[in-house]
């Protein structure tokens, strides 16, 4: 797996565009049959993807975990972004078409991505935190969503929550995961924006169409820097850090997270006029 260590807020903001990139952006996330993970060093967070083609996937441990098998001491959450499949955990078949997602509890050994149609793959989104209980597996589907409507048409943030695992929802230890969805014509995602100390957080952008592209902003709201994101992007949040974008059209895009709490409200609002 690829490494990314935590960071300092003094340190970041010394950062040229290509450092910045290295420690909190990913790009080339979905490869072709193939399973690919980041470790990072905020709250042990894993983020990844598994886009099975023409084969199916099986999660692999890794020699960064020291563990018998990747969920021995770890949760999963995967939404799917992509057409139908299929994901095996210890024998139990859960069909997730686009935009559905699963939870994977502590202590499964064996889980498998399959395709139904490679001709329309499934491309599957993973999280994964450090577990200590488990919870049953368990899938959703977007009508099991608990629904956040935020933002106005007039300030261009108009955008849905589709929340999955959190609080209310699919049960974790940590882990807290679902996606927004913009609206037409909408292009502001979390603004005005937030921190929250006890999280990380980890937004993977998909659904941009064409050639657009989001410019995210990350840092302390007090200084702040952008980084340019395309489809299948992902960019990790310190607890220290903003963590919102503007699209040149509307996308949608996965929010992750993991630490303290999993409370959605937990978040230090920050004045627009305030960030800098
Ligand atoms: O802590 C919460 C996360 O940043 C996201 O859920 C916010 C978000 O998707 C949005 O406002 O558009
Ligand atoms: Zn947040």
Redesign the pocket.
Known sequence: MEVKYAVHPDDAKLYDTQRIRKEFHSSDLMGEDAIKMIYTHYDRFIYGTAFPKSKSLSLPTYDELKANYFLERRELGIINVGGKGTVTVDGEVFELGNLEALYVGKGSKEVTFASTDGSDAAQFYLNSAPAHKEYPNKKATRSDANI?E??AVETS?E?T?Y?YIHEDGIQSCQL?M???E?KKGSVW???PP?T?ER?M?V?FYFDIPGDNIVMHYMGQPQETRHVAMKNFEAVV?PPWSI??GSGTSNYR?I?G?AGENKA?TD?DGEPLQGVL
Do not use: D
């Open positions: 956040v935020l933002g943030n955008r929550l929340q807290v679902g996606y927004t913009l995602n979390t603004f937030h929250h999280r957080e937004y949040s963590h919102s895009f929010w997270m959605f978040m």
